[in-house]
């Protein structure tokens, strides 16, 4: 065993680093299918490809419940979300021309730029940091619910109250919102009542001078 941990290197992957690295170019292939495809129902599904696929990295790194959180949230909601919002916009199924902005070159020079980024930072904080995937499990819920309820249970309750209190707040500016549009509605219909009132006066006035006008001697020839 030690002998094997020792000739161990990047030359020879276990089976686990090639299933990270295989799974690894399925999702970024389903990305840039993401961000190229026309179609929006396509870049959707695609969306939960990779979002499926970084939940298996995740797996492969022993860390189970992040991968879970991963399906849960963003496959299992955010997902949908965005095809609820495709539907009831009445989104193209088809190709969509106009979902190319134009701004193809700008948007790929940011986002090589955040990719390097990025990975320069994970490299320069995690360069000596090894992951032994055969010991024991280091981001499984057992142990991820003792480190946040010992050790991080104070910011918890914070980001508890912080997420209550924009729950409020949306509940207060919806209720707003609803209330100026009821009376912008009230508004306008009265407005409409008064215009409709005003025509329906000038409408008989107009008879009662054309009424009157003819009840007028002489004004028809007649002496």
Same mark, same amino acid.
């Given at each position: 065993?030690?002998? +094997?941990?020792?000739?161990?290197?990047?030359?020879?992957?276990?089976?686990?680093?090639?299933?990270?690295?295989?799974?690894?170019?399925v999702t970024f292939g389903a990305a840039l299918v993401t961000v190229t495809t026309r179609q929006l129902v396509h870049a959707a599904l695609w969306l939960v490809v990779t979002l499926g696929g970084l939940a298996v990295e995740y797996l492969l790194l022993t860390a189970e419940f992040i991968a879970w959180v991963q399906v849960l949230i963003y496959v299992g909601s955010v997902v949908v979300l965005l095809l609820f919002g495709l539907m009831l916009t009445k989104?193209?199924?088809?190709?969509?021309?106009?979902?190319?902005?134009?701004?193809?070159?700008?948007?790929? +020079?940011?986002?090589?730029?955040? +990719?390097?980024?990025?990975?320069?930072?994970?490299?320069?904080?995690?360069?000596?940091t090894w992951i032994d995937l055969d010991g024991p499990a280091a981001g499984s819920t057992k142990v991820t619910g003792e480190s946040l309820f010992q050790n991080w249970v104070l910011p918890f309750e914070a980001l508890s109250v912080l997420l209550l209190a924009a729950l409020v707040g949306a509940i207060v500016l919806s209720r707003k919102a609803k209330a100026n549009a009821n009376a912008t509605q009230a508004g306008a219909a009265a407005d409409r009542a008064r215009a409709d009132r005003a025509r329906a006066d000038r409408a008989r006035a107009d008879r009662a001078d054309t009424a009157a006008t003819a009840a007028e001697p002489g004004k028809d020839g007649v002496r």
């Open positions: 065993m030690t002998l +094997a941990a020792e000739t161990h290197g990047f030359l020879s992957p276990t089976g686990v680093e090639i299933a990270f690295l295989l799974v690894g170019l989104a193209p199924i088809g190709r969509s021309p106009d979902a190319d902005s134009g701004n193809r070159w700008a948007a790929l +020079a940011v986002a090589l730029t955040a +990719a390097a980024a990025l990975v320069w930072v994970v490299v320069d904080a995690f360069r000596t």
